[in-house]
């Protein structure tokens, strides 16, 4: 596994966003609406029907994944209580990954169409958590009816369906689906590089603290679990790189939607993310 291969492309990718944002003043919600409604989805399509995933393997993904997520709920929120702190949106970035944005394409890159599914299923399963116990956390009520809005899920079941009754869709279908999805990776990584340079840092010293707990502890908690489960191959490198991934941009989505500590949310994704130039390569050492 060539590391700087894996890497270098992307934060190349990101950086592209970053100098676009300043010669050229976009409206994301356009591409955002793209790469959610059309493109993710038809690269979840995509990448299952050439992967070949089964319901056995999906399950497994989804136990291992809503372990890890609701795991860092439970730290968090001792740590929480033990600081005292009244900045309760800071949780959010210390639960979720950017597993989708940046995860996929370093999935992809690292461990092939195999490992990129391996990371949708994830991603998803993370999303729909995000969607209804993030939603919760950040404004104290039940919004349930977010998780059906995410398309992500229906393209998923959708894949999943074909792959269980083992049917492949034709090339003339296949082909423009795959060529859709194919744009997702490189426009997301943009979208995130753009996005990145629109945040202020906020109280540098808790924004690197939950960026080190979301990284840190994320790896670790993923590191017990393949290792009590005895996971090996592909499912245990995707398990482990996506639960130390920076902190998902959803998550400050979310925050300034329910007006909770928005701003310092916001200063956790820009350093996790900055971080993960050095933590991502140090994930691929190890698991290589």
Request: hydrophobic share 60%.
């Amino acid at each position: 596994m060539n590391i700087l291969q894996i890497v270098i492309p992307i934060f190349l990718i990101i950086a592209l966003g970053a100098f676009l944002s300043k010669i050229k003043k976009l409206n994301l919600d356009h591409l955002v609406f793209i790469i959610m409604y059309i493109t993710a989805p038809a690269l979840i399509i995509s990448s299952l029907q050439k992967s070949n995933i089964q319901i056995k393997e999906f399950i497994s993904m989804t136990i291992y994944t809503a372990l890890i997520v609701l795991s860092l709920w439970l730290i968090s929120t001792v740590v929480l209580k033990l600081l005292k702190t009244k900045q309760k949106g800071i949780q959010l970035p210390m639960m979720f990954g950017n597993s989708g944005y940046l995860g996929f394409p370093v999935s992809l890159f690292a461990f092939g169409v195999v490992g990129l599914s391996y990371a949708v299923i994830y991603s998803s399963i993370e999303t729909i958590i995000l969607m209804s116990l993030g939603i919760y956390l950040a404004n104290k009520k039940n919004d349930i009816k977010e998780i059906f809005k995410i398309p992500l899920i229906y393209a998923i079941i959708f894949a999943l369906f074909l792959n269980i009754i083992n049917y492949k869709l034709p090339n003339i279908l296949l082909t423009p689906i795959d060529m859709i999805g194919q744009i997702t990776i490189p426009l997301a990584l943009i979208v995130l590089g753009y996005r990145l340079t629109e945040i202020k840092v906020k109280d540098v010293k808790k924004a690197v603290l939950a960026s080190f707990f979301k990284m840190g502890i994320g790896f670790i908690l993923a590191l017990s679990i393949v290792t009590i489960f005895s996971i090996t191959g592909t499912i245990k490198n995707i398990l482990i790189l996506l639960a130390a991934m920076p902190s998902a941009v959803l998550t400050m989505v979310i925050c300034y939607k329910y007006k909770r500590d928005a701003d310092l949310v916001a200063s956790v994704i820009l350093i996790s993310t900055l971080l993960s130039i050095i933590t991502i390569p140090l994930i691929l050492w190890f698991l290589s």
